[in-house]
């Protein structure tokens, strides 16, 4: 975890006239902002100086941003993430303050103790009307996506009556922020941010009429979890632990959601799932002139005497005697 202040004082009485009448850009702010993978252009429209500051932490997969600007046209240009590179979502909370945002095919008009979320990979104006502080989540947008379904259709819109969910969310930002500058653990990092999305999802689906219980969301988590499992099974290297880190969670909250539908453990449904695979490959076509040994590897088993002992006391015989009959 790492923090960045950037700080920026423009003068702009001291441009030309007809640079003061035209775009100013304001090379040192668009440096910042590039360094938080924000590249914008920036232009004022009136003579005056112009002050702006920016601090920054990171807290594992989330950049969090604090700043503040003075009246300014901001444009940010849509890039869709290359190959390899993750596409993102940005929660902001205004704290003080008037902007206008055209985003997502929208015009929004934003005032203290509204909040939004917005598609990085979209183009938007942001229009400071009077020196304004925002807080900014950057996340990534599969982590979101566990949260949220289809977060993309609710850029740009506030949650009606969402003054109360801004002041929690405001609240669990200085708490994830807080935690960061502490050095705290990664488990407990880990409870703050799954406590902020799951927050962050109930404003927007309260706002929308659309109730959605944590028994539900759980059970959301839980079918993204598994579906990347059995997308996985014949990595030998699949573990709660892997799993936890892919969603951000800790393997002790992974370990309820499991428990919570009835299944013993995570371990206990990857290795049913793998038994399974076995199981059809022993008697598939393609995979005829294979080996039980090479099958069990190939589905994750690394010991061929613990997959015998594993098929039988899950389908009662042998895996030679399934594949004979």
Same mark, same amino acid.
């Given at each position: 975890? =790492? ?10 009485? $001291? &441009?030309? @006239? ?38 920054? +932490?990171? &807290? ?7 700043? &503040?600007?003075?009246?300014? +046209? ?6 869709? %993430? ?30 203290? %103790?509204?909040?939004?979320?917005? !598609? ?40 009606? %009556? ?12 200085? &708490? ?5 500058? !502490? %050095? $705290? ?29 944590? $028994? ?23 573990? @709660? ?25 995570? =371990? ?10 076995? $199981? ?7 995979? !005829? ?5 090479? +099958? ?22 042998? @895996? ?6």
């Amino acid at each position: 975890m =790492t923090s960045n202040d950037y700080a920026v004082h423009l003068d702009c009485a $001291a &441009c030309k @006239p007809d640079d003061a009448e035209n775009s100013c850009i304001i090379d040192s702010w668009v440096g910042a902002l590039r360094n938080i993978h924000w590249p914008v252009s920036l232009t004022k429209q009136h003579n005056q100086n112009y002050n702006a500051n920016l601090q920054r +932490i990171n &807290c594992g997969p989330l950049s969090l941003i604090m700043y &503040c600007s003075d009246p300014i +046209i901001a444009k940010r240009e849509g890039k869709v %993430g290359s190959s390899g590179t993750e596409s993102h979502f940005t929660f902001n909370y205004i704290n003080k303050g008037r902007l206008s945002v055209d985003h997502n095919n929208q015009t929004t008009n934003l005032s203290k %103790g509204d909040f939004v979320i917005a !598609d990085n990979s979209l183009p938007s104006t942001i229009e400071f009307l009077s020196k304004a502080q925002t807080y900014s989540i950057r996340i990534p947008a599969k982590l979101l996506g566990i949260y949220i379904d289809n977060p993309g259709l609710l850029c740009n819109h506030i949650p009606p %009556g969402g003054a109360l969910y801004g002041r929690v969310l405001k609240e669990l930002f200085f &708490c994830l922020w807080r935690q960061c500058e !502490d %050095g $705290a653990t990664e488990e407990s990092q880990k409870a703050v941010i799954n406590t902020f999305l799951s927050f962050l999802a109930i404003s927007f689906e309260t706002g929308n009429k659309r109730q959605l219980s944590h $028994a539900h969301k759980s059970e959301f988590l839980l079918s993204r979890i598994k579906e990347y499992i059995d997308n996985n099974l014949s990595n030998i290297h699949l573990s @709660p632990e892997l799993v936890a880190q892919e969603f951000h969670i800790s393997t002790r909250y992974l370990r309820k959601l499991f428990q919570a539908e009835g299944t013993n453990s995570m =371990t206990d449904y990857i290795r049913y799932k793998r038994l399974d695979k076995c $199981a059809d490959d022993l008697i598939s076509i393609q995979t !005829d002139k294979k080996s039980i040994t090479d +099958i069990a590897y190939f589905w994750g088993f690394n010991n061929s005497s613990s997959f015998t002992r594993a098929f039988k006391a899950y389908f009662g015989i042998s @895996p030679m005697e399934y594949k004979r009959r």
